[in-house]
T-cell receptor, first 111, second 112 residues
Framework: DADVTQTPRNRITKTGKRIMLECSQTKGHDRMYWYRQDPGLGLRLIYYSFDVKDINKGEISDGYSVSRQAQAKFSLSLESAIPNQTALYFC??????????FGPGTRLTVT | GEDVEQSLFLSVREGDSSVINCTYTDSSSTYLYWYKQEPGAGLQLLTYIFSNMDMKQDQRLTVLLNKKDKHLSLRIADTQTGDSAIYFCAEKPGSNTGKLIFGQGTTLQVKP
């Protein structure tokens, strides 16, 4: 079984709809991250969390919110989706060491 | 500030060596990374180098770090068609957020 899972893997939604992307991990890591990937821009950090009570904004948090329901679960919400939020979204986890482990990604299209 | 730059595309012939370059701006970076992304997949850590090292070799992969010029490179020897992917350079800044700063990604195309 994969260490970091994301659901859904693909989603098409309409402008103005609320959508939630979910991430679960079995690695027992405290730190979790949400990134978005756009062609030619690499990955940019949206939010990160050090534990259930510690949530921090990344460089592009506007239009997004997150919820850390448990150590193993970190959800990303788009309250009112807009077309420029069309992207590939990645969840990642890490312990205090050097490596981040990435999920397979969620491809989101907002029409 | 924190910024990482890469060229967007590299094409090589199978069997040749590939060299992917990266520059970064944060002199307090602790670790620098190379991640590989195959089509439809997430990011896979290929290798990393600690900031006090100059070179790291791991089978076909050689990482060179020039800390003075803030330049990182990844050399893939005997490049195979299975190496075709997007390669991301990333740095871990000195602050304790654990976050990574990624470059734009270099698409490596390997021609038979």
């Amino acid at each position: 079984d994969a260490d970091v899972t994301q659901t859904p893997r693909n989603r098409i939604t309409k402008t103005g709809k609320r959508i939630m992307l979910e991430c679960s991990q079995t690695k027992g890591h405290d730190r979790m991250y949400w990134y978005r990937q756009d062609p030619g821009l690499g990955l940019r950090l949206i939010y990160y969390s050090f534990d259930v009570k510690d949530i921090n904004k990344g460089e592009i948090s506007d239009g997004y919110s997150v919820s850390r329901q448990a150590q193993a679960k970190f959800s990303l919400s788009l309250e009112s989706a807009i077309p420029n939020q069309t992207a590939l979204y990645f969840c990642a986890t890490s312990d205090s060491a050097y490596e981040q482990y990435f999920g397979p990604g969620t491809r989101l299209t907002v029409t | 500030g924190e910024d990482v730059e890469q060229s967007l595309f590299l094409s090589v012939r199978e069997g040749d060596s590939s060299v992917i370059n990266c520059t970064y701006t944060d002199s307090s970076s602790t670790y620098l990374y190379w991640y590989k992304q195959e089509p439809g997949a997430g990011l896979q850590l290929l290798t990393y180098i600690f900031s006090n090292m100059d070179m790291k070799q791991d089978q076909r992969l050689t990482v060179l770090l020039n800390k003075k010029d803030k330049h990182l490179s990844l050399r893939i020897a005997d490049t195979q068609t299975g190496d075709s992917a997007i390669y991301f350079c990333a740095e871990k800044p000195g602050s304790n957020t654990g976050k990574l700063i990624f470059g734009q990604g270099t698409t490596l195309q390997v021609k038979p």
